[in-house]
């Protein structure tokens, strides 16, 4: 099985939790990742009251929020990442007997 090689610029994924986590209503996560549009909304709403936060938390926790510029993190392990399967006109459906029943 060949794994595909992921570029990356240096930003850390437990950096970037920690700065979610704990200076999220601020934006700072934002800001580190590349993002200063939000990062901005963040700081003048409170982290948008607050749930813009959370939702960075569980973004970032996931790996479904990375860096701006398309890199991957750099990790210190390989543990669990989230990925987005898709199915298009391309993608072989194995029939079964009990789909249509």
Not at 27 to 47: E, Q, W
Not at 88 to 94: G, L, V
């Amino acid at each position: 099985m060949e794994i595909p090689c992921r570029w990356t610029n240096g930003y850390s994924f437990e950096k970037a939790l920690l700065l979610s986590v704990f200076l999220g209503t601020f934006g700072i996560d934002r800001f580190y990742l590349g993002y200063p549009a939000i990062g901005l909304l963040k700081l003048f709403t409170c982290g948008f009251m607050f749930v813009g936060q959370l939702i960075d938390v569980i973004l970032i926790a996931t790996q479904t929020l990375g860096p701006a510029d398309g890199s991957a993190y750099v990790i210190s392990y390989y543990g669990q990442v989230l990925e987005i399967l898709q199915i298009n006109d391309e993608t072989y459906r194995y029939p079964q007997e009990d789909w249509f029943s």
